[in-house]
């Protein structure tokens, strides 16, 4: 049966729409409704390629792979239960498995990206100083997430690059509201030294 979301529109779907919208079309997608994998689809895919943009070589890396998170995501979303994961944890765990399997192609350690020069390209049409200054900004913030704890930095992942809640980043990492709220505390705190302190040496 074909979904119907009459207060949706599929040409732009709206971030403000509710989890248990997205549950409900995410339950019919499960059940082989096209039109509802394709809202999942045009809903999550920017934060998806923000999220992978950051964290590999190229854009085109960037494309390919999102493009293969959400290949993967419609190859498995009859097994998708809404429970008790959300859709949005259960597509951050494919994207976060994808960048994994790209590193592993690669055989390089996914935390040393940075130090392996891995900068993310920018849309050549952009201004080459204003680029410049930007990959510059990303390459100090990824030298600074770098220092985090493994925890923390995937707090910063999930609730600033993937735009997880933090109720749904709970969910993903596996702990409590109140464990993902101190960690995200004192990874913010430390970035905000590191950065400052990087500004201070330059």
Not at 15 to 36: F, L, Q
Not at 175 to 192: C, D, S, V
Request: hydrophobic fraction near 40%.
């Amino acid at each position: 049966m074909s979904m119907s979301v009459p207060t949706l529109s599929l040409d732009a779907p709206s971030r403000d729409i509710s989890e248990e919208d997205i549950k409900t079309i995410a339950v019919r997608a499960s059940d082989n409704d096209p039109t509802a994998f394709t809202y999942l689809y045009r809903l999550y895919f920017s934060q998806v390629f923000t999220f992978i943009n950051f964290r590999v070589s190229s854009r085109e890396d960037a494309e390919d792979l999102t493009n293969a998170v959400f290949e993967k995501a419609l190859g498995a979303i009859d097994r998708y239960r809404p429970k008790p994961a959300q859709f949005s944890t259960w597509l951050y765990t494919i994207a976060k498995n994808c960048i994994i399997d790209h590193y592993r192609k690669r055989r390089l350690p996914v935390d040393d990206e940075a130090e392996a020069g891995v900068i993310p390209s920018l849309d050549p049409s952009v201004d080459p100083v204003a680029r410049l200054l930007l990959e510059e900004r990303k390459r100090t913030l990824r030298e600074a997430l770098l220092e985090l704890t493994a925890d923390q930095r995937e707090v910063v992942e999930c609730r600033f690059f993937f735009e997880l809640s933090i109720q749904e980043t709970a969910l993903a990492m596996d702990k409590t509201e109140g464990a993902i709220k101190a960690l995200q505390f004192r990874a913010l705190e430390n970035l905000h030294r590191l950065l400052t302190e990087d500004l201070l040496t330059t």
